[in-house]
């Protein structure tokens, strides 16, 4: 495992006054070595030996340290994946409408400074400083498809 990410995660563990314990870290393996956005289930299965309870209260202190970003689909569940603060990999997400499934993709380089361009000339004619974007395409995946 990345040690430089674990790092990254104790420091801003410590900023906001917390431990980066071996259960915090037993969830961010998880989700370094997952290639999308996983449901809190989906956490507990991957991490047998820490208890559901535990999970969701570790993903609330991984957020709160802006480690761990929440991923809304359509379904029911939210999910749940590495910051792009943590990991500096920018990409978006495919939604299916029906079944809630969540796939990350990374956007060709003219679209991502095509959508840079336009954010920063919205904010700018509101007084709004654009930092960052997240797009998700809503549609049906391949599964449900056919």
């Known amino acids: 495992m990345d040690q430089g990410l674990h790092g990254e995660v104790a420091g801003r563990m410590s900023g906001i006054g917390q431990r980066y314990t071996r259960g915090r870290r037993s969830l961010v393996e998880v989700l370094a070595d997952t290639p999308g956005p996983l449901t809190a289930a989906e956490l507990v299965a991957a991490s047998a030996s820490i208890p559901q309870s535990t999970v969701y209260r570790n993903l609330a202190v991984l957020g709160q340290a802006g480690v761990v970003h929440r991923v809304v689909g359509t379904d029911e569940f939210v999910r749940y994946e590495l910051s792009e603060a943590v990991t500096g990999r920018h990409h978006h997400h495919l939604v299916c409408r029906r079944c809630g499934a969540v796939e990350d993709f990374a956007a060709p ?38």
């Open 109 to 146: 380089s003219g679209l991502e400074r095509s959508v840079t361009t336009l954010m920063d000339a919205i904010g700018a004619d509101r007084g709004f400083r654009a930092e960052t974007h997240r797009l998700d395409v809503v549609g049906t995946c391949s599964g449900c498809s056919s």
